[in-house]
């Protein structure tokens, strides 16, 4: 039963995707999987995406932004360590446990990648997935 004239409120919480920043990483601001910059954070488990430009609460990451956030944060559980990644253009570069990747769209065969190059024994350098057949470097 609700009694008229009466006002219904939801409230829905931010769940984080990651977090955003500057070079110099003075600040580091969280960002929802819709882009959304909504608190500062001292959290460093989170992946970071490095950008140039400034911030500011309730800021909006571009499309780009949004999915490459979303590149590192499905990436970081196979790391042993925070992923730090930074975007030049639609470039997405980032350094995998001793693997630097190198991407610039969204590509399943990443975890392939290395799921495959873990049962060979032997991890590789580099992983350039900017075309078409991904380029690895041992």
């Known amino acids: 039963y609700r009694f008229p004239f009466t006002r219904q409120i939801n409230v ?3 769940t984080p995707l990651g977090t955003v920043g500057t070079p110099d990483q003075n600040l580091v601001w969280v960002a929802d999987d819709d882009g959304v910059i909504f608190n500062q954070t001292n959290n460093f488990s989170l992946p970071l995406l490095v950008l140039t430009r400034e911030f500011k609460l ?5 499309q780009p932004e949004i999915q490459a ?12 360590t925070r992923l730090v990644g ?9 350094n995998l446990n001793a693997t630097q990747i190198l991407m610039n769209t969204p590509s399943a065969s990443l975890q392939q990648l290395i799921v495959r190059s873990r049962i060979d024994g032997k991890l590789p350098h580099k992983i350039d997935l900017r075309f078409s057949r991904p380029i690895v470097t041992y």
Request: hydrophobic share 40%; aromatic share 4%; charged share 15%.
């Open 12 to 14: 829905q919480l931010r």
């Open 58 to 62: 309730l800021d909006q990451l571009s």
């Open 69 to 80: 956030l979303k590149i590192l944060s499905s990436a970081s559980h196979l790391s042993s």
């Open 86 to 94: 930074q975007l030049n253009g639609s470039d997405l570069t980032f």
